[in-house]
């Protein structure tokens, strides 16, 4: 660590036995406080991307900075590493500058705050937490714009900075930096929101100080953390050998024309620790899909996967980071070069679950999942109303989640398991739009034994004039299938003018100018299926026809046949299925879909945009 921590009482703690059951305690404790967290920021914060979707990800660590509990893993490594200042009691650190922290945050919308715990003038724990704020300035409204091509487009940079010292509110700086962004008062509540969830944090921990005492509370830290690397040693030695598998995927295009950008990973163990390396990966991008990787980050994607698929009794924590070992190539992709542009990253994001996906299940197929993690669909929508006031929306959308060893892929849920979607009657009522339509699109989740989950069709009715901008990906690439299972849709986007005339948006584009009556469809991509269509029961899929997720015609990619009235088929559904075993052979292990040369000849005709083109390096 670079960072100097400052500490009054010298006394080094002490070694404590902490008994099974008081650990737990403390262990559910820190839960609870980690759940507090989220309460406090959802019920304080202003904008629509953390309140209602829950876009902010808290953590509470040990005095090391080591994640005992939270989400995404520990960021305060990165920041330890790069600090150059003294941390002293009552201070609070703020920062959004991946570059100033070893990627601890991933893009400058991240407000992140850091608040050390102090107890008896030694440091004992942190409290942290990040979100994702609507608008930091920049050059398009909500900070995001998909032709940056460096960090100093995408709005304003905060280093470290201690936003309190020593106790005293450093408004001075606070007020300069919300100075910069389109909706002030929107984030300072969300600001403030995020340093009072820390407070929380930090209230509890001292709470569980005066009950078990400093020393018992570092004890029980250090156990949580080797109880996880015994876990993950155990799992990585079991489920991971030494041979190398690698896989790859791709991020469609950057926004600039360019694309696909392709992902490598290699995976190997070397005796208990797993080696992840992504040698191979391309290039960065002269567009603004960069993704700054931290590795501690990358650690934790690991460790969740792992522990989801193989034993979700396993509280997650930093314990086994010394376990995992990850090469990123400087200048790649993954790992970009300042002042290279970062603010949509997501794509890259979303991709690195689908790569763990296609990884670790190789050598045992029935732990593989399908892909459909594959992105985070955004729309911004701004402009003056009729009285002249500001609105700004910034909303994730949701896409199909593959299908899994364990059963079908939620139909249009998000990429992470906490967030919700901004209701429709809060848009409609805060926003100068109206919600057409909001369903599930039949057959766009890829067929198997578990069904890919369904993407979403959202249709926006614009009652104002305003600019529109639009994140997403998988329009080019599927989001392909596993065991047998077949790709998900790609996305679209469809601008439906009032005049009744129709444009084809790319998935990436700022600054489309909408007008009162025109329809926006926002049509998100399905998760690719899990093994054999033709082994899913056949009942099943009657039952989804009659609910609208699969068609009447999408029922014969599971070889089931319906009569007139709708109602199963024995016989025909046999007839069927036994054909259709025979056509087809053997079973693939990973259905991709068209290569890569065959989709760039049929881009333009099956989705009336052109195909991206070779990124300038492999021209």
Not at 44 to 69: C, H, W, Y
Not at 361 to 373: C, H, K, V
Request: with cysteine; charged share 25%.
């Amino acid at each position: 660590m670079t960072a100097n921590i400052i500490e009054t009482n010298s006394d080094p703690f002490k070694t404590a036995e902490v008994d099974p059951v008081t650990l737990d305690i403390i262990e559910n404790a820190l839960r609870n406080a980690r759940m507090e967290m989220d309460a406090t920021v959802f019920r304080t914060a202003m904008s629509p991307g953390i309140r209602e979707q829950g876009d902010a990800f808290p953590l509470i660590a040990d005095r090391n900075g080591k994640m005992i509990v939270g989400q995404f893993g520990s960021f305060i490594d990165g920041f330890l590493n790069a600090y150059q200042g003294d941390i002293e009691e009552g201070d609070i650190i703020w920062l959004s500058d991946p570059y100033t922290c070893e990627g601890a945050v991933s893009h400058c919308n991240d407000w992140l705050i850091l608040l050390p715990i102090y107890q008896s003038g030694r440091l004992i724990a942190w409290a942290s937490h990040f979100g994702h704020q609507t608008d930091i300035g920049g050059k398009v409204p909500g900070s995001l714009p998909t032709d940056a091509v460096s960090i100093f487009e995408e709005g304003i940079r905060i280093p470290p900075v201690k936003i309190y010292k020593k106790g005293v509110y450093q408004d001075d700086i606070v007020n300069l930096v919300i100075h910069q962004t389109r909706v002030p008062a929107w984030c300072r509540a969300d600001l403030e929101a995020i340093i009072a969830s820390c407070r929380m944090a930090e209230r509890r921990v001292g709470e569980m100080c005066e009950r078990f005492g400093d020393d018992v509370i570092v004890a029980a830290c250090d156990q949580l953390l080797a109880r996880n690397h015994r876990a993950m040693k155990h799992l990585i030695k079991t489920m991971v050998k030494e041979e190398k598998l690698t896989f790859t995927d791709y991020v469609c295009d950057d926004g600039r024309g360019h694309g696909p950008y392709k992902i490598h990973c290699t995976m190997w163990r070397e005796g208990d620790r797993v080696v992840l390396d992504f040698e191979g990966t391309d290039p960065q991008a002269e567009g603004s899909i960069n993704f700054y990787l931290n590795e501690n980050m990358f650690k934790m994607f690991f460790g969740i996967y792992m522990i989801m698929v193989f034993d979700p009794q396993i509280l997650f924590n930093d314990g086994f980071y010394d376990l995992v070992d990850v090469r990123i190539p400087e200048g790649s992709l993954l790992k970009p070069k300042f002042p290279a542009a970062l603010s949509c990253r997501t794509h890259a994001l979303g991709r690195i679950f689908d790569i763990l996906g296609g990884l670790l299940g190789q050598r045992q197929p029935e732990f593989l999942n399908a892909a459909g993690f594959s992105s985070s669909p955004h729309l911004m929508f701004s402009g003056f109303d009729k009285s002249g006031e500001w609105f700004q929306l910034f909303q994730i959308g949701f896409g199909g989640i593959p299908g899994r060893p364990f059963g079908d892929g939620p139909d249009g849920h998000s990429l992470w398991p906490g967030f919700t979607n901004i209701p429709n009657e809060f848009l409609e009522c805060y926003f100068p739009m109206r919600i057409e339509k909001y369903e599930s699109i039949a057959d766009s989740g890829g067929a198997g034994f578990f069904r890919g989950g369904n993407g979403i069709h959202m249709t926006y009715c614009f009652l104002e004039e305003g600019m529109i901008s639009i994140h997403d990906d998988r329009w080019f690439t599927y989001p392909w299938g596993v065991n047998g299972g077949t790709p998900g849709r790609r996305s679209e986007k469809i601008l439906e003018r009032a005049d009744g005339s129709r444009e084809i948006l790319p998935s990436k584009c700022d600054n489309i100018r909408v007008r009162d009556g025109d329809l926006l469809h926002y049509i998100t991509w399905g998760g690719g299926g899990w093994g054999d269509p033709l082994d899913r029961e056949a009942a099943l899929v009657v039952l989804e026809v009659s609910r609208g997720l699969v068609s009447c015609e999408g029922a014969a990619r599971y070889g089931v046949v319906l009569d007139k009235a709708g109602a199963l088929d024995q016989a025909a559904t046999e007839k069927l299925r036994k054909k259709m075993r025979k056509a087809r052979g053997e079973v693939p292990v990973f259905d991709f879909g068209p290569d890569i040369d065959t989709l760039r000849k049929s881009c333009e005709s099956e989705t009336g945009l052109p195909a991206p083109q070779q990124p300038v390096w492999n021209r």
